[in-house]
């Protein structure tokens, strides 16, 4: 059974500080890893969908890394700012040829202006 | 594109009473989900579409919920009678799964439905 550990459940840090959000998984037959962002009382928005072929994909301020058999992916975040305050989920397929999604707990991050 | 598109926000409801959760999926996706997330459990899937087909409802808690897809683009839950421990947030989202592959592809949420069963 796929499971997914999001370390740390939470982060407080100052503006402009770069910071690196972790996620593990146990099953490391997957196809892709996907990391998201929930601002309160919101949806889930996708911000980053690494293919399991590719070891990092780059969004603005925001890189997400994949390291599958270690099981290990990060998401770095350069030059935080207020606005990226929000919890931070990474989801993986459950197992082999699953459709579903294990998702992590989440990181709370809070950025201080 | 406007996005996975859900209805009601919000819905307040009595014990006992039906409740109707709406989703319009993105263009030309072909894969729906619906989602429950509550603080306890965070999130469950509930039930999965491909091709307006049900794949997966084993995360239906029990026979008072139900999903439907009339169509490629539109889905329902219904819960009835409702309880109030089903009080959560639904999410519903979609995605392009191609076909022959189980790679999951992008998943896009909607706003969620956030239920209160008094």
């Known amino acids: 059974k796929q499971e997914v550990t999001q370390i740390p459940a939470a982060l407080s840090v100052p503006e402009g500080e770069n910071l690196v959000l972790n996620c593990s998984f146990t099953d490391s037959a997957i196809y892709n890893l996907q990391w998201f962002r929930q601002d309160p009382g919101k949806g889930l928005t996708s911000l980053l969908l690494i293919q399991s072929s590719q070891r990092e994909q780059t969004s603005g301020r925001l890189n997400a890394s994949l390291d599958k058999s270690s099981g290990r992916s990060t998401l770095y975040i350069a030059a935080s700012q207020p606005g990226d305050s929000a919890t931070y989920l990474c989801?993986?397929?459950?197992?082999?040829?699953?459709?579903?999604?294990?998702f992590g707990k989440g990181t709370k991050l809070s950025v201080i202006p | 594109d406007a996005g996975v598109i859900q209805s009601p926000r919000h819905e307040v409801t009595e014990m006992g009473q039906e409740v109707t959760l709406r989703c319009k999926l993105i263009s030309g996706h072909n894969s729906l989900f619906w989602y429950r997330q509550t603080m306890m459990r965070g999130l469950e899937l509930l039930i999965y579409f491909n091709n307006n087909v049900p794949i997966d409802d084993s995360g239906m808690p029990e026979d008072r919920f139900s999903a439907k897809m009339p169509n490629a683009s539109f889905s329902t839950l219904k819960i009835q009678p409702s309880e109030p421990r089903d009080s959560a947030v639904y999410f519903c989202?979609?995605?392009?799964?191609?076909?022959?592959?189980?790679?999951?592809?992008?998943?896009?949420f909607g706003e969620g439905s956030r239920l209160t069963v008094l």
């Open positions: 989801a993986v397929p459950s197992g082999a040829g699953s459709y579903q999604l294990t």
């Open positions: 989202a979609s995605s392009f799964l191609l076909s022959g592959t189980p790679n999951t592809g992008e998943l896009f």
